[in-house]
């Protein structure tokens, strides 16, 4: 411990880091609790794209539940104000593992609004064609085989038939690897 003082102190010194970088270093619950939590979510999305140590941060399990109730206070039109919508339709893969480690469910409906949804968060990334967020998905246990109503539609649908109608063969490709069924038309 005193070795990371003294490296952070160092650090200090030399101009090597901020005190804002000290902070979100050594004091990682308070950076999250007290500084993340006071800006906007445009101005905690920017400070992910700073540094490792801010990206790691916002990223964070605890960042990102406090991203959430950032999200919700977003006009409707902003993805139902659901945070997984959100992380996926941006492709954003530490958010989508940050939000899964969270407790978020991968089966978790993705809210279009109080009424609709985009169906199963891996359904919407095959819907959008992020093959990374495909990948995430299915790496933490995605069902590639379950059928969810999109959009209120009267048709249930799998996150392959989304790829297959939208264009996205190398989500396609993705999914087929993984062992999903053919879609059936």
Request: net charge negative; aromatic share 8%.
């Amino acid at each position: 411990m005193e070795e990371a003082e003294s490296n952070t102190l160092a650090s200090l010194r030399s101009g090597a880091m901020s005190i804002l970088e000290a902070i979100a270093v050594e004091l990682p619950d308070v950076f999250t609790a007290v500084i993340l939590a006071k800006l906007d979510i445009k101005d905690t999305l920017s400070l992910a794209q700073v540094s490792k140590r801010y990206r790691d941060a916002v990223w964070s399990v605890d960042g990102v539940r406090s991203l959430q109730a950032k999200i919700t206070r977003l006009p409707r039109s902003w993805f139902g104000g659901d945070a997984m919508a959100c992380a996926i339709a941006s492709n954003n893969l530490p958010a989508i593992r940050a939000l899964l480690k969270s407790g978020r469910e991968v089966e978790e409906e993705v809210k279009y609004d109080d009424k609709k949804t985009w169906g199963t968060p891996l359904m919407f990334a095959a819907f959008l064609g992020h093959l990374g967020a495909v990948r995430v998905l299915i790496e933490a246990g995605a069902d590639i085989n379950k059928h969810a109503t999109f959009l209120g539609s009267a048709y249930k649908n799998s996150a392959l038939w989304m790829a297959c109608d939208h264009n996205h063969p190398d989500v396609v490709m993705q999914l087929i690897e993984a062992a999903a069924p053919p879609p059936s038309w």
